[in-house]
Every structure is written in C-alpha cells, then in structure tokens.
C-alpha cells in the first residue's frame, strides 16, 4: 500500500473509532470494541459480579438486536447468551454476567435497542453468579 494511502487509512479509522468510542487496533488498522484491546486492570479487589436472565419485549426480533445485544456485551466485557423465543417475534431472553456496573450499561442500552427495534418491556431477574461463560453469543432459536 503507497504511504499516503496508508496514512489515509489509518486516519479514516481513528475517525470511526472516535465516532463510535472505539479503538483502533495498531495491526489491523481497524476499529475494534474497546475490550478485545483493553486488558484488565489487576487490582486487589474485584468488581462486584452480577448475573441476570433477560426477557426483552417488542418489536425485538427482525431489526438485529441479538447482533446489536452481543456487539455491546463484547465490547463491554461482559458475558452470556442472547436468543429468539418462538413467539411472533416479540422476544428476545438473554442471561448476561460480569462486572455490576457493565451489566447495568448493557441492560441501559438493550432497553433502547437498536435502530429499528422498539422496547416495550424488559422482565429482569438477578440470578447467582456461575462464571460459567467465557464469551458472549447467540443462541439458536428457542
């Protein structure tokens, strides 16, 4: 790639990533979520863990909110599963688990969902937590 291409790339990318609150990766020169970058800080104590399972009511399935669930999960650190229900595509059930304050700002941005979605409910119920996930991802169907 001619350097002037490159530097171009690479400014059109810290633009995105800047946008979006993003990081840019320096080998890939893409934008990537900020946790497949950031390590974990170590510290002596840490942050309370917290689990929920999820049932998020609406216009939810059809407008990419298990893509738009998972994409936000990962890039705030925290784990679990989303997936359909089987019931006119007007739910979706997630469990999500990790760090207390970043599973509320993951529920905070599922109870907004993504373009196109409309929220009517979401029926939370905290749960003990397993560490039983080590990612996030999409369920089949249920």
């Known amino acids: 790639m001619a350097p002037a291409k490159a530097l171009t790339a690479i400014l059109l990318a810290a633009a995105a990533a800047t946008l979006y609150g993003l990081t ?3 080998q890939a020169r893409k934008p990537v979520p900020p946790a497949a970058t950031a390590s974990a800080p170590a510290t002596a104590s840490a942050p309370a863990v917290r689990r929920i399972h999820v049932f998020i009511s609406g216009r939810v399935q059809g407008v990419g909110f298990r893509a738009f669930t998972r994409w936000n999960a990962a890039s705030l650190g925290v784990r679990g599963w989303v997936r359909n229900l089987r019931d006119r595509g007007r739910r979706v059930e997630g469990v999500f688990e990790g760090p207390a304050a970043k599973v509320d700002k ?3 941005k599922v109870a907004t969902g993504p373009r196109g979605a409309r929220v009517d409910k979401l029926d939370v119920t905290d749960e003990p937590a397993t560490g039983e ?5 999409i369920r089949p169907t249920k």
């Not at 996930?133 to 991802?137: K, P, Q, V, W």
């Open 24 to 26: 840019v990766h320096p």
């Open 106 to 108: 993951l529920l905070t």
């Open 133 to 137: 996930f080590e990612t996030f991802r």
